[in-house]
């Protein structure tokens, strides 16, 4: 049993991008709606053809949000854990319920206020929402808290110095992840952060938890995104190209387990993303390998990160990501491989993964703002660092 090429997305939208705190009065409700309704008329289509929800990272109220839009019947949802890890498997939950007939037009939807709606800064792990206290929760994060790690960017420090600790990858590595996506948002209309940078002002940036500085961090945003996702058949007479989901993986590593809240990984796997057993799996169904990839969307939520994807996507071998990233390896006209052309996490915005889905429809439309020539086959891939996360292959 496959999902390949059984469903498209055939609409894709989002609000205005915002930094943390400046979407205004707007809830992550109202900001997911005005998403929604642009990957609508993207698409073609209505509300009421919506009957099928798929979320992420807490997702909505189906209820609440059946209403709101007005649609007809509900004949479906689901929601995927691991936060950003969840971005593209809540496009492969859409396919298979499409491929399952429980319903045939699926909105997969997130929208984020970075501090907003909840209080909860993204960067604070832990925190207690009103106060800001950390440690003042579950009795697990003694485990961890008492050691410094507080927030997600700590424990993801502890991997990057693993990696530069066995392969010998240097801090100006991790910058040229940095460069090339601010190169590519430079271009991008829409990102956050358009200035372009270079490695000394990698280097020159406030370092936060060594040996991450400031611009080996996401961004901290708000905004709303939107897919819709229908049936490959149904998809031919709509509005918008079709691009088909030729491949979908979820999960991960079990020895990984949960990932950088712990730092329980085995030494042989301490420095991976997690996403190794994905990447075999969404290869072995779509029938292709990193040879025929012609663009990745990786999630960015760290720089190390995009490195360690790279090699276990096999762009690269093991420990080899720091070069292949050097003197523009990632940028999408003279690069080894273009690698998030619309600013990423890292410079676009930062709202848990479905901006890169997005790009990567963009891509295969033609349509994109750094486009990638005659692009036919696009790799997303969801957070890595916890279980489980997720990767999709979409081919026109």
């Known amino acids: 049993m496959t999902i390949k090429d059984i469903g498209a997305i055939v609409g894709v939208g989002h609000t205005d991008f915002y930094k943390r705190g400046q979407s205004g ?3 992550e409700l109202e900001l997911m709606l005005k998403a929604t309704m642009v990957a609508l008329d993207d698409s073609g289509l ?14 909505f109220d189906a209820g609440l949000l059946a209403t709101a839009l007005g649609i007809k019947e509900l004949r479906y949802s689901t929601i995927m854990s691991g936060g950003g890890g969840g971005s593209q498997g809540t496009i492969a ?7 399952a007939g429980y319903a045939e037009v699926i ?28 440690g003042a929760g579950a009795a697990d994060w003694d485990f961890y808290h008492n050691f410094g790690l507080t927030s997600p ?21 991790f ?54 996702v229908t049936s490959a058949e149904r998809a031919k007479d709509l509005k918008a190209k079709p691009v088909y989901v030729g491949g979908a993986a979820m999960g991960g590593p079990g020895p990984f387990g949960q990932g950088i809240f712990y730092l ?3 030494d042989d796997i301490f420095h991976w ?20 990839i012609d663009v990745a969307e990786m999630y960015d939520h760290f720089t190390p990160l995009v490195i360690m994807q790279l090699e276990e996507y096999g762009f690269c071998k093991p420990g080899e990501g720091g070069a292949f990233v050097e003197d523009g390896g990632l940028r999408f006209d003279t690069g080894r491989l273009p690698v998030n052309t619309h600013g990423g996490n890292l410079s676009e915005v930062y709202l848990l993964g479905l901006t890169h889905t997005i790009e990567a429809v963009r891509q295969l439309r033609g349509t994109a703002s750094s486009q990638v020539k005659d692009a036919e086959v696009a790799l997303v891939t969801s957070g890595p660092g916890i279980l489980p996360t997720s990767a999709i292959i979409l081919h026109n």
């Open 175 to 228: 910058g040229a992840v940095a460069v090339s996506t601010r190169f590519h948002a430079s271009r991008n209309p829409n990102a956050i952060h358009q200035m372009p940078i270079t490695i000394e002002d990698h280097q020159n940036s406030r370092m936060i938890a060594d040996p991450l500085h400031l611009l080996d961090y996401c961004l901290e945003t708000d905004g709303g995104t939107a897919v819709i």
């Open 107 to 134: 909105l997969c939807t997130k929208a984020l206020k970075s501090g907003g709606d909840t209080g909860r800064r993204i960067g604070r792990m832990g925190a207690e929402p009103r106060t800001g206290r950390v």
């Open 93 to 99: 939950n859409a396919v298979a319920a499409i491929q």
């Open 153 to 173: 960017g700590q424990s993801f420090a502890l991997m990057a110095r693993q990696h530069m600790h066995k392969f010998g990858t240097t801090s100006e590595q």
């Open 264 to 266: 329980q990984m085995p």
């Open 273 to 292: 993303s997690g996403h190794k057993p994905v990447a075999d799996r969404v290869y072995a169904m779509a029938g292709v390998g990193p040879q025929d």
């Open 25 to 27: 009065d707007q809830t």
């Open 46 to 59: 209505t509300p009421q053809d919506i009957d099928g929800f798929s979320f992420y990272a807490s997702g």
